[in-house]
């Protein structure tokens, strides 16, 4: 079975902090995402990424970094965390496009709060 | 984007009801999948139905796909208490993958 880890199930933080999430998947896919999700608003996607060292933007990826350095991790950076971005954070990951038919596989989610 | 939408927000049911949870979206697509989530957990990928099919089964899952219409619809038969959790539509293009807001399914022992 895939397993998409990501590190901590709940956070809390301080304004103007940087926040690091972690998210592990032990399947060897290419693509890897970062979602939050917020009551009302669904999944908005905010990063992902095709392969190591690639990533691209999402819908909202304003105040958030993203990094890959290694192919099985994916890491989200909060560079100063404000009280907006108290949200679910969910990590996924994916085969290549066209295989599998890009079935994502998410990790339990970390909920952060931004006090 | 491949946005779907579901219809409706919230559903209530008796258990051993059936429960019927439609998704439309608006571009074309390779394939659609559905997913779960209980609460205050990541998604859980149900089934996924190719644009060439118009029906699937998986268990107690029952998935219709019409490209005409650009909908599909997920039956959820004889449910169950333990089968109360939000249910997602991801309609596929490519690569990227967009959720939407989900049904919010309730079964009620």
């Known amino acids: 079975d895939v397993k998409v880890t990501q590190s901590s199930r709940y956070l809390v933080k301080r304004t103007g902090e940087k926040v690091f999430l972690e998210c592990v998947q032990d399947?060897?896919?290419?693509?890897m995402f970062w979602y939050r999700q917020d009551p009302g608003l669904g999944l908005r996607l905010i990063y992902f990424s095709y392969d190591v060292k690639m990533k691209e933007k999402g819908d909202i990826p304003e105040g958030y970094s993203v990094s890959r350095e290694k192919k099985e991790r994916f890491s989200l950076i909060l560079e100063s965390a404000s009280t907006n971005q108290t949200s679910m954070y969910l990590c996924?990951?994916?085969?290549?496009?066209?295989?599998?038919?890009?079935?994502?596989?998410f990790g339990a989610g970390t909920r952060l709060s931004v006090l | 984007s491949q946005q779907g939408e579901e219809d409706p927000q919230a559903l209530s049911i008796q258990e051993g009801e059936n429960a019927t949870m439609n998704c439309s979206y608006k571009t074309s697509i390779n394939n659609l999948q559905w997913y779960r989530q209980n609460s205050g957990r990541g998604l859980v990928h149900l089934i996924l139905i190719r644009s060439n099919e118009r029906e699937k089964h998986s268990g107690r899952l029952r998935v219709t796909l019409d490209t005409s219409k650009k909908s599909s619809s997920l039956l959820i038969t004889a449910s169950r208490a333990a089968d109360t959790a939000s249910y997602f539509c991801?309609?596929?293009?490519?690569?990227?993958?967009?959720f939407g807001i989900g049904t919010k399914l309730q079964v009620i022992p």
């Open positions: 996924a990951s994916s085969l290549s496009p066209g295989r599998e038919g890009n079935i994502q596989y």
């Open positions: 991801a309609p596929v293009g490519y690569q990227k993958v967009t």
């Open positions: 399947m060897d896919h290419e693509n």
